[in-house]
């Protein structure tokens, strides 16, 4: 199996979300988007406008985020989060749905709440992927494991007319024995179990973790669609150093282990 430069950039959704960054800084990273030709940037609310200035004639698309990144505010402000973002040009949405609530099993508010931001979005000819924050599931929740719960919300998010479903934030810090936090994002357990919940009619998007070339393959190995990313550059590089070096090799899928990113 052979995969273009193309196939791999097509991929990355690089992401403009950390708090630090400024409008310099967001500026740039339109630009090194544009420039690596990847699918598209996921930027802050209030710059959505401006990066589609930014993007326009590069073929690469403005999303960005809604609820983020706790999920924590209610089902209206990200209904209206999310017609704010497509009237400024986003066409694509990551969403975080209310994890309160689907730890305590509350279907209904979750799958109304995710419904909502979805007809808001296709009205507007947008796409949405959902993020479920699976750092924070693996416990379980609502009387189910934690793989229970991510195959139910999974089913769930594709009821409410889903695009994606998706592993992570990237901010989704739990804290560690050592008193500490850190997270795992997308784990190659996690893609799997996801991709296997949902139907074709719903694609998978990693995110959290996923810096170097080799993670960009497993992921795809395993049925995503995109990955959010902000080392865009060190792995399309990466894919062009080893095209020159006679050494590009894709991994085959079975080689694939069970960690993190």
């Given at each position: 199996?052979?995969?273009?430069?193309?196939?791999?950039?097509?991929?990355?959704?690089?992401?403009?979300?950390?708090?630090?960054?400024?409008?310099?800084?967001l500026?740039?990273g339109?630009a090194?988007?544009?420039?690596?030709?990847?699918?598209?940037v996921c930027i802050?609310?209030?710059?959505?406008?401006?990066?589609?200035?930014?993007?326009?004639?590069?073929?690469?698309?403005?999303?960005?985020?809604?609820?983020?990144?706790?999920?924590?505010?209610?089902?209206e402000?990200?209904?209206r989060?999310t017609?704010?973002?497509?009237a400024?040009?986003?066409t694509?949405?990551?969403?975080?749905?209310?994890?309160?609530?689907?730890?305590?099993?509350?279907?209904?508010?979750?799958?109304?709440?995710?419904?909502?931001?979805?007809?808001?979005?296709?009205?507007h000819?947008?796409?949405?992927?959902?993020?479920?924050e699976?750092?924070?599931?693996?416990?379980?929740?609502?009387?189910?494991?934690?793989d229970?719960?991510?195959?139910?919300?999974?089913?769930?998010?594709?009821?409410?007319?889903?695009?994606?479903?998706?592993?992570?934030?990237?901010?989704?810090?739990?804290?560690q024995?050592?008193?500490?936090?850190n997270?795992?994002?997308?784990?190659?357990?996690?893609?799997?179990?996801?991709?296997?919940?949902?139907?074709?009619?719903?694609?998978?998007?990693?995110?959290?973790?996923?810096?170097d070339?080799?993670?960009?393959?497993?992921?795809?190995?395993?049925?995503a669609?995109?990955?959010?990313?902000?080392?865009?550059?060190?792995m399309?590089?990466?894919y062009?150093?080893?095209?020159?070096?006679?050494?590009?090799?894709?991994?085959?899928?079975s080689?694939?282990?069970g960690?993190?990113?």
């Amino acid at each position: 199996m052979t995969l273009s430069y193309e196939e791999l950039a097509s991929m990355i959704d690089h992401s403009l979300l950390h708090p630090t960054l400024t409008d310099a800084d967001l500026q740039a990273g339109c630009a090194l988007a544009a420039r690596y030709r990847v699918a598209s940037v996921c930027i802050k609310p209030y710059a959505v406008a401006q990066a589609v200035e930014w993007l326009e004639g590069t073929g690469v698309a403005v999303g960005t985020v809604v609820g983020f990144p706790h999920g924590s505010s209610s089902p209206e402000s990200k209904w209206r989060e999310t017609d704010l973002a497509c009237a400024d040009g986003a066409t694509e949405i990551d969403m975080v749905i209310n994890i309160g609530k689907a730890l305590g099993g509350d279907w209904e508010f979750v799958e109304a709440e995710i419904r909502g931001v979805c007809e808001i979005a296709h009205r507007h000819g947008a796409r949405v992927k959902v993020i479920l924050e699976n750092d924070y599931l693996g416990g379980g929740g609502a009387g189910l494991s934690g793989d229970e719960l991510k195959r139910t919300l999974c089913q769930r998010c594709e009821s409410a007319g889903a695009d994606w479903v998706k592993t992570s934030t990237g901010f989704g810090f739990v804290k560690q024995p050592g008193g500490g936090y850190n997270y795992e994002g997308a784990t190659e357990h996690d893609l799997a179990l996801m991709r296997a919940a949902v139907s074709e009619n719903v694609q998978v998007k990693a995110a959290g973790g996923v810096r170097d070339l080799d993670g960009l393959l497993r992921v795809r190995a395993l049925g995503a669609s995109r990955c959010g990313a902000t080392a865009t550059a060190a792995m399309l590089d990466e894919y062009q150093r080893r095209v020159a070096a006679g050494t590009w090799v894709v991994p085959a899928a079975s080689g694939l282990g069970g960690g993190g990113y």
